[in-house]
């Protein structure tokens, strides 16, 4: 067995491991009616979909650090030894789902010594640099090797040294063993499903884990992206904000313009989570009530007649959406690395499913948007938001908030704008943010929102804006909200008086506007050097976000967070 050597003291993991320092945000209990009043068929798939749930955590463990598993399985050992530092070191390997992560104040937590986060994660080979990776590249695209480096820089290869030269294998045949368990499960899910499209869905998905073939994701996405009334929601979630490797070969202009004459675009690898749930039928029909009007917003993006978007709007939207209570979130999704998902818009737009007429859905997660503690949320108001503001701030227009950034991920130039780079992901959730606060009125004037509830939406997502501390570059959700902060602040949309957050709410929607259309030109061009202009200069840390951050701080102590799976524990015993 591997020994590692632990990284954290025992005072540092005491103080991480204490409650107040550690969210926890539960899932559905055993006892949750949710669970108790589905059909005893779906009972039995539910626990079968939490076991595939669980395979593709041990599976993501590998792509994200190639010592994640070696160092569980050392953990473990040294638990049973009373080793006490190891067993406050699982909590957070547990909570992050991973060795590497980052906290709420944005410091890198690495839980052994001498292994920190890589820029190619577990997906690229460890002694890999940018420089290498790119010059191999370059040979073999030279020597004619185009269907290797295609394979190399798909979103769905893990690559590996081969000589002097680098191969790329798909997930499903470097994980092949896992995913046939994984799809075993899947079909005995399916075996006892009530519902006829969840079921045809689940067998798509079966037979995608089985076979290396790109064709079967996009049949199991289509199929997964129109379902709207079911019983069940189960999701392998995936996306590539975590991979920073893929991305920096725009900035060599002489790789990047090889790729293109070959027609290869590089693609940042997919990291994989799962989401299982039951699905909420009064949240989701509170959820429907804004798809009527997509297609309006889609005609009134900025340059909307420059591109072809996801909703189109002369056609059936196909956008479908649901509201879900968490049995258990693993992988990716379900990581709590500095923060953890609200809701998801997929698949993204780099997946083949969107281009044989699939579209996409939304994900909502009860259980990680509700507030327990009420208390620490007007201390926070009470530090941060002018007082006369107060009654403008709702927790509840978060979610409303949140469901127009969900949205308007489907808006905009449909391509994946690969050639922005590492920017590529700043830029798009910032376009999501700006694509919900621009649409405020014109969705009040529509009737969506009552002028109160308008009101509520622009003071709570500007209060929201404000972090505890300056994020890095690789933190695209988090970067976005500075660079939004810093352009709000310049065009008046908030002034910080006697250390308090004024919001100028006639101003907040035109600015958004402003910014969203300065994004979408971006998207539309796929400028890499101008993308990184506008990111740098708008990716500014100003002393009055440090004031609210100073007050951020005194309120909350919170450094990880963690989820609790007490239905999805037991449902893995059965």
Request: hydrophobic share 35%; proline share 2%; with cysteine.
């Amino acid at each position: 067995m591997t020994k590692f050597e632990l990284n954290l003291s025992m005072e540092e993991l005491e103080k991480r491991t204490n409650k107040d320092y550690l969210i926890t945000k539960k899932m559905l209990k055993c006892d949750a009616p949710e669970y108790l009043e589905l059909a005893d068929g779906d009972k039995e798939t539910l626990k079968h979909l939490v076991k595939a749930a669980y395979i593709l955590e041990k599976i993501n463990m590998q792509i994200d650090c190639h010592h994640n598993l070696e160092f569980k399985e050392f953990l473990e050992n040294e638990i049973t030894k009373g080793n006490e530092q190891a067993k406050l070191t699982k909590v957070l390997f547990d909570a992050q789902k991973g060795m590497n992560a980052i906290d709420t104040m944005s410091n890198k937590i690495n839980l052994a010594k001498g292994i920190k986060e890589l820029p190619g994660k577990g997906v690229y080979p460890e002694d890999l640099s940018k420089e290498e990776f790119h010059k191999i590249l370059t040979g073999m695209v030279n020597d004619g090797k185009i269907e290797e480096v295609k394979k190399i820089l798909t979103q769905r290869s893990v690559v590996e040294r081969n000589g002097d030269e680098l191969i790329g294998i798909d997930y499903i045949d470097k994980f092949k063993e896992d995913f046939s368990k994984m799809a075993d499960e899947i079909d005995k899910a399916a075996e006892t499903s009530t519902n006829a499209d969840f079921t045809e869905y689940l067998k798509l998905q079966a037979k995608a884990l089985r076979t290396a073939d790109p064709m079967l994701d996009a049949y199991a996405d289509k199929k997964w992206a129109a379902l709207q009334d079911t019983p069940l929601e189960f999701t392998i979630t995936r996306e590539n904000y975590e991979d920073e490797m893929t991305g920096t070969i725009v900035e060599n202009k002489e790789l990047a313009a090889l790729l293109e004459t070959h027609g290869i675009k590089p693609i940042p690898k997919d990291f994989l989570g799962g989401r299982v749930g039951i699905v909420n039928k009064k949240g989701t029909d509170a959820l429907m009530a804004i798809k009527k009007y997509l297609p309006t917003l889609a005609k009134n993006m900025p340059y909307a007649d420059e591109y072809e978007q996801n909703i189109n709007p002369d056609s059936d939207t196909k956008q479908t959406m649901v509201d879900v209570d968490l049995v258990a979130v693993t992988g990716d999704v379900g990581a709590y690395r500095g923060g953890i998902t609200l809701a998801e818009n997929l698949p993204n737009d780099d997946k083949l499913s969107l281009t044989i007429g699939g579209g996409r859905r939304n994900v909502y997660h009860r259980q990680i948007r509700f507030i327990s503690d009420m208390k620490k949320l007007q201390e926070r108001l009470d530090e941060i938001l002018d007082k006369n503001q107060h009654k403008y701030y709702l927790d509840e227009a978060d979610h409303w908030f949140t469901i127009g950034h969900e949205n308007a991920h489907s808006l905009g130039p449909k391509k994946a704008c690969e050639t922005l780079g590492k920017y590529r992901n700043i830029i798009e959730e910032n376009k999501a943010d700006m694509g919900s606060l621009a649409f405020v009125d014109l969705l009040t004037e529509l009737g969506m929102y009552t002028e109160e509830q308008r009101k509520q939406i622009i003071v709570t997502t500007v209060a929201d804006n404000f972090l505890k501390s300056k994020p890095t570059l690789s933190q695209a959700h988090r970067v976005r909200t500075v660079m939004q902060n810093k352009y709000f602040a310049e065009r008046g949309a908030y002034d910080i008086v006697d250390g308090k957050i004024h919001v100028n709410i006639d101003k907040v929607v035109h600015i958004a506007k402003e910014m969203l259309a300065e994004i979408v030109r971006i998207q539309i061009e796929g400028d890499f050097d101008k993308a990184e202009k506008y990111v740098l200069d708008n990716f500014v840390w100003t002393d009055n976000m440090e004031l609210i951050a100073q007050k951020l701080q005194k309120v909350s102590k919170t450094l990880n967070g963690r989820t609790e799976s007490e239905l999805a524990e037991k449902l893995l015993k059965e």
